[in-house]
Structures are given as structure tokens and as C-alpha cells.
């Protein structure tokens, strides 16, 4: 159904709910809130009703300005954000790329990215791996890929992702430890090279938007660690006193959180990569890794963030995951 400009606005004037410009217009939810985002764009004022008595962050003017309130504390490359009202989040992290390693988790990563269009993916941390330029010394004769052959394998599993992405314009890459090693090495042992072309890691990848912390509206952070532990994550929303999303400790959970504020999240992502990878035998000693294979879905709706959704892998080798109750092959 096409639907003009001047249409939608008087609709919308006159109803001022996203649900009920659709239902009357016969318009889907979620292409009223991006028509709406695109008119505000241009200058026309849409505001959201609220009842009496409910908080105004649903309104999407108050939730740029509570984001922007964020982002104003520090350098925009250390921390993002971006005001949501409905949409998906895709998150993972710990994917440890390694040379001619294809995990299912990636896969059904690609294959959620076309399936649910999230308007933002976050590369949670760790996705280069530096094994030989690691602080730790090398383990008997274990061979190691290059710099460079980890380099590519990187550049080829985001570039899949940035082909099946809808929204090229919201790639972020919050970084993780493994992560900073490239520029660790690199300070430490060639220090005269500060500022040149490829002496950073954002260097190898222009599309993905670096920073230390994602947020989405006021109260979702997007990070890749901080407590430590397996209850991590009820451990950094209680001392957040936000949702928090991490990777870091290769585990997934969704723990909540109810206090007299409400109720929050703490999410663990899980890793990407697969536990029983090359990047892990040697130094756990090829023993039992307690570690999820996954990845984590986040869809806000009425500005807040809903229950956060786990995808984990559920049979590596034959390429299966599980998913809202069914397995599913990928």
C-alpha cells in the first residue's frame, strides 16, 4: 500500500502511536517507525502519545536525547550509541577467526542477519586472535598462522557479514583484549611508527566503527567485558545498574535482574568460534572447556529492551543450532 507523505503525517497527527498509524494504514510496525524516523529526519515534528503517569522515553526525540547525553561524557571513539525505539541488535563475540575455520555459529550468524535484518551488528570483541603475537610464550613446537593470514581470515568472515547486512551504515566493532593486541605488539616494538597507515587494527576494516562501549537508548551497554566469572553477567548489571552484554569469558546467559527500578539483564554472548578449535587445544590443554558456542539476539520494542534471545550451537560437526525451541541446520 502506498501511502504519501501528507498521509502518514495527518495519520499520525492524529493517532500519534506507531501500532495504530499501521493498523489504519495497513502499513507493517516496523516500516512505520523507520517512515516516521526518515519524516523526522526532514524536519517534521511526529511526537509519540503517552498516557499519564507512564515515563516519556518512548518518545523518540527523549530517547536521542538521553543517548546523546551519553555520548556527550567521552570521545566518540571510545563510546557509541544509537536511540531505538523497535529493532534488533545482533551480538557476538569471541570469534577468534582463524585461517580456513568456518563454525556453524557463524553460519547460522548469516544466515539470522538475513532472516531478521537487525539494524545494528556488534562484533563484541576478539575477533583477531593474535596467537604469535601473544604475551605468552610459545607452547612446545605448536605453529601458529601469521599475523597476516589471521588478517585475512578476519577480513573474510566480516565481509560476509557486511554483504548480508541490510544497515551497512551500523557496523561496530567494540574491542576486546585479544583484540588490542595488534597494537600492543606494535607500540611496544615499533614505536616510531605511531600514526602510520596500518599500525591500527580499525585500519584493516573501514566499515566497522570502533569503540570501547555500545549503547543502545540510556540504559543497554554493549561491551566486551568487565566482571569476571561465570556470573558475570548478573555481576555487571547489578553493578551497572543497566542492561550489560558481554563476551569475554566465552559463556552464554541471560540473567535477570528485578529491583525497585525494574527489571534489567546481564547477557553473556558466548563465542563465535568453536571451543574445540585449533586457536584452544594447546593451552587448555585439551581439557573440559565449560564454553558456549553462540550468539545473542536483542530486540527493543517501546524503547526497552525485551528478553534477550540466545541462538547456541547445538552439534558443531553436523551444523546444527538451537533456537526459539527447534534445532535447526544451517
Not at 88 to 100: G, I, N, Q
Request: with cysteine.
Amino acid at each position: 500500500m502506498n501511502v504519501s507523505d501528507e498521509v502518514f503525517i495527518a495519520t499520525w497527527s492524529e493517532l500519534q502511536s506507531p501500532q495504530a498509524v499501521a493498523d489504519q494504514l495497513g502499513l507493517d510496525v516496523r516500516g512505520v517507525y523507520r517512515r516516521r524516523n526518515f519524516l523526522q529526519s526532514k524536519g517534521f515534528v511526529l511526537p509519540t502519545k503517552t498516557k499519564t503517569g507512564q515515563k516519556t522515553v518512548y518518545d523518540k526525540e527523549s530517547l536521542e536525547e538521553a543517548v546523546a547525553k551519553r555520548l556527550g561524557k567521552v570521545r566518540h571513539s571510545v563510546r557509541r550509541g544509537i536511540a531505538m525505539e523497535k529493532g534488533r541488535v545482533l551480538v557476538f563475540s569471541d570469534a577468534h577467526f582463524y585461517p580456513d575455520d568456518e563454525t556453524t555459529a557463524f553460519r547460522a550468524f548469516i544466515e539470522c542477519i538475513k532472516e531478521f535484518k537487525p539494524e545494528v551488528i556488534v562484533c563484541n570483541g576478539d575477533a583477531f586472535d593474535g596467537a604469535s603475537i601473544s604475551r605468552h610464550p610459545r607452547i612446545g613446537w605448536d605453529s601458529k598462522p601469521t599475523v597476516k593470514q589471521e588478517l585475512d581470515a578476519v577480513t573474510y568472515h566480516l565481509g560476509e557479514m557486511e554483504k548480508a547486512s541490510t544497515f551497512k551504515s551500523n557496523l561496530i566493532w567494540t574491542l576486546g583484549n585479544h583484540d588490542a593486541r595488534f597494537e600492543t605488539f606494535l607500540a611496544a616494538n615499533a614505536p616510531q611508527y605511531e600514526g602510520v597507515q596500518g599500525f591500527t587494527l580499525k585500519d584493516f576494516f573501514p566499515h566497522w566503527q570502533p569503540c570501547w562501549s555500545f549503547w543502545v537508548n540510556d540504559d543497554t551497554v554493549i561491551k566486551h567485558r568487565w566482571k569476571g566469572g561465570f556470573g558475570a553477567g548478573r555481576a555487571n548489571t547489578l553493578n551497572a545498574g543497566v542492561n550489560m552484554v558481554t563476551g569475554h569469558t566465552h559463556n552464554m546467559a541471560v540473567q535477570p535482574l528485578t529491583d525497585y527500578k525494574g527489571t534489567r539483564y546481564g547477557v553473556q554472548t558466548g563465542m563465535l568460534s568453536n571451543p574445540d578449535g585449533d586457536q584452544f587445544v594447546d593451552y587448555t590443554e585439551d581439557g573440559v572447556k565449560d564454553w558456549r558456542s553462540g550468539f545473542v539476539m536483542l530486540t527493543f520494542d517501546r524503547g526497552q529492551l525485551l528478553m534477550p534471545e540466545l541462538i547456541q550451537v547445538w552439534d558443531e560437526e553436523k551444523g546444527e543450532v538451537q533456537f526459539r525451541g527447534k534445532i535447526w541446520a544451517v
